[in-house]
C-alpha cells in the first residue's frame, strides 16, 4: 500500500489468481476445487526417492507452499454470516434489497473474503439444487479503473460469456445479463474494486446507477469490495446516501497482536509441509512477525509463503528467524522498517 492509501501494482505472486474469477469457467474452477496439502512423506522414504520422484515431490510441495490455506479469519466469518443473512432476507424482499460493503486499506484480504463469501453461497445451492448444473448462483466481477455504465455492462456481459457486438448499447446488454440472471437463479453479485466507481464524476455516477439499476430489477444481494470507500466518496452525495442506507459496512485492517493474529500465524504454520522445520517457530515469532508485516495479513502470506518456497528450494527445509530476515515483504511494509 503506498502512503495515500491508493492501490500499488498489481502482485505477481499468485494474485493473478484472482483475475480468473471473473469469467463464469474460472468462477466455477474456484468454487469447485479443493485444494489439496500434499503428506509428507517419512524420513527414510524421503531420503531414499530417485531424481524423478523428488521432483515431482518437491514441486508438490513448491506448489502448496506458493499459496498455503485460506484460513478462516473472523472478518471472513463475519462476512459469510451476513451474506447468507441478506440472501434469504432479499430473496423475499419485493424492494429496498441490502447488500454489504467491505472496505479497508490494500492487501487487508477483502477479495479474499468477497471470494469465500461467494463460493460458500454457490456450494450451498449447489447442494439444495443438485440436478441445476446450468443455474449460476454468483456473479463476481472486478470494476475497472474509472468505470463507466458501459464498462460494467461489459464486465458482466464478460462473466456470462455473453457474446458483445460493437453495436449493441448499454441498454441491450443489460437486458441480457437480467435476462440470464433471471433464468439461471443468480442470487448473489460480487462486486470487487468498487472504489473504481468515483461518485463525483458524472461516469462514475452513471456507473453506480447502472449496478442500483441490477438491485432493482433482480432478486439478488450485492456484495462490493473497496479500498477506502469512504474516502472513494462512494458514500457521499445524494447517490452515496442511498447506498449507505442500504448497506452494511464490515471493515478489514490490519490485525493486532493478540489472539486472533498467533492464531493465523499458527493456521499458517500448521499447513507448512517442510522435513525440518520445528512446530511452534513461527507462533514464537509472531511478534516479530507482527512488525515486518504491520499486522497486514497479505504481508505476512508473502513473508510466510517466500520463506517456506525458499526453504524447499534451498534444501534447509525449516523456516528460522534467519531465514525471514533475509526475505524482503513489500515496499509499504519494508518501508516503514526502515524509519
Ligand atoms: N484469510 C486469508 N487466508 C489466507 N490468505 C489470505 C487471507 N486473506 C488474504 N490472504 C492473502 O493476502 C493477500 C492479499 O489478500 P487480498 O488480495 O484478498 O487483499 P485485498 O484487500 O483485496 O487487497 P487489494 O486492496 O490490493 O485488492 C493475498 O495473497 C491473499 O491470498
Ligand atoms: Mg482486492
Wanted: hydrophobic fraction near 35%; charge should be neutral.
Amino acid at each position: 500500500m503506498t502512503a495515500d492509501g491508493s492501490r500499488e501494482d498489481p502482485g505477481t505472486d499468485g494474485e493473478d489468481r484472482f483475475r480468473q474469477l471473473t469469467t463464469l469457467t474460472g468462477w466455477r474452477e474456484f468454487v469447485t476445487e479443493r485444494p489439496e496439502i500434499p503428506d509428507l512423506l517419512p524420513e527414510a522414504e524421503w531420503k531414499a526417492l530417485g531424481d524423478e520422484k523428488r521432483l515431482d515431490y518437491d514441486e508438490a510441495r513448491l506448489a502448496h507452499h506458493a499459496r498455503l490455506l485460506t484460513v478462516a479469519t473472523p472478518v471472513m466469518q463475519q462476512v459469510i454470516t451476513e451474506g447468507r443473512r441478506l440472501q434469504y432476507l432479499n430473496r423475499h424482499a419485493d424492494a429496498g434489497r441490502c447488500g454489504l460493503l467491505l472496505s479497508g486499506p490494500a492487501r487487508t484480504g477483502k477479495t479474499t473474503c468477497l471470494a469465500q463469501l461467494g463460493k460458500t453461497i454457490e456450494t450451498m445451492h449447489h447442494r439444495r439444487h443438485p440436478n441445476a448444473a446450468g443455474h449460476i448462483p454468483v456473479i463476481y466481477i472486478t470494476v475497472p479503473p474509472a468505470a463507466t455504465p458501459r464498462m460494467i455492462a461489459v464486465e458482466f456481459a464478460r462473466f456470462l460469456g455473453l457474446p458483445l457486438t460493437r453495436r449493441a448499447n448499454v441498454t441491450d446488454v443489460l437486458e441480457s445479463v437480467c435476462g440470464v440472471c433471471t433464468d439461471a437463479r443468480t442470487s448473489l453479485i460480487c462486486v470487487d474494486e468498487i472504489h473504481n466507481v468515483n461518485l463525483g464524476t458524472r461516469h462514475g455516477a452513471e456507473a453506480s446507477d447502472t449496478l442500483k439499476y441490477f438491485a432493482e430489477r433482480l432478486p439478488v444481494t450485492f456484495a462490493y469490495a473497496g479500498i477506502r470507500v469512504e474516502r472513494a466518496g462512494l458514500l457521499s452525495g445524494t447517490r452515496g446516501e442511498q447506498i449507505a442506507g442500504r448497506f452494511s459496512m464490515t471493515r478489514t485492517g490490519p490485525f493486532g497482536r493478540g489472539q486472533q493474529w498467533t492464531s493465523l500465524i499458527a493456521a499458517l504454520e500448521e499447513s507448512l509441509r517442510l522435513h525440518h522445520h520445528s512446530d511452534g517457530t513461527l507462533v514464537e515469532l509472531a511478534s516479530y512477525l507482527h512488525s515486518r508485516s504491520r499486522g497486514m495479513i497479505g504481508s505476512l502470506l508473502r513473508l510466510v509463503r517466500s520463506a517456506a518456497v525458499q526453504a524447499v528450494l534451498d534444501g534447509s527445509e525449516a523456516i528460522t528467524k534467519a531465514t525471514l530476515e533475509s526475505i524482503p515483504v513489500d515496499i509499504a511494509s519494508d518501508d516503514e522498517r526502515e524509519h
